[in-house]
């Protein structure tokens, strides 16, 4: 059966629920990007690397996911929520357990670039999503109820 017959076997009410809850999910999925990670074999190294070694180089051509991983095991570690534990949703997308790095007690992390446009347009923007006047964070890596408090710089 085509989508449109489905739609017009609902009623207004079943369609403006449905239209609700795909709404609701759009919101959930921009809001937890990190639990839409699906690291591929390459990324998962560096990210397993990390169990053994402190520092690491992740070395790539343009727009192959270099900073959206960077991102990605930050939150993590931010969060606590690292694949296969209680944090990590069982719909996840990262496909594994963690095997890098695991931190046990909560972390403080500075993130750092060449300028502050550096910062704000890239890494801040991975992390916790475009925060321009009047917008909040929690539409990056950084899940939005895991953002407990900011405040923009001046």
């Known amino acids: 059966m085509e989508l449109d017959a489905i739609l017009d076997n609902l009623s207004d009410e079943e369609q403006i629920e449905l239209l ?3 709404e609701e999910e759009e919101n959930y999925r921009n809001t ?5 990670f699906t690291p591929y ?7 397993d690397a990390g169990h053994d070694y402190p520092e690491r ?4 051509g343009n727009q192959l ?3 959206f991983t960077g991102a990605a095991e930050v939150a993590f570690h931010l ?4 694949p296969g534990t209680k944090g990590y949703p069982a719909d996840g997308k990262y496909g594994g357990e963690w095997k890098g790095k695991r931190f046990y007690e909560p972390v403080v992390f500075w993130i750092g670039g060449e300028t502050n446009e550096t910062v704000t347009k890239t890494t801040q923007r991975i992390l916790c999503g475009r925060i321009e006047e009047n917008d909040e964070p929690g539409y990056g ?4 109820e895991d953002i ?3 405040k923009k710089s001046p």
């Open 32 to 36: 937890h990007l990190l639990y839409e």
């Open 148 to 150: 407990i408090s900011w």
């Open 41 to 47: 074999s390459k990324q998962r190294e560096f990210i």
């Open 79 to 82: 969060t606590g929520r690292y």
């Open 65 to 67: 996911g270099k900073s």
């Open 20 to 22: 609700e809850l795909l």
């Open 57 to 60: 180089c992740f070395m790539a």
């Open 141 to 144: 890596s950084i899940p939005k």
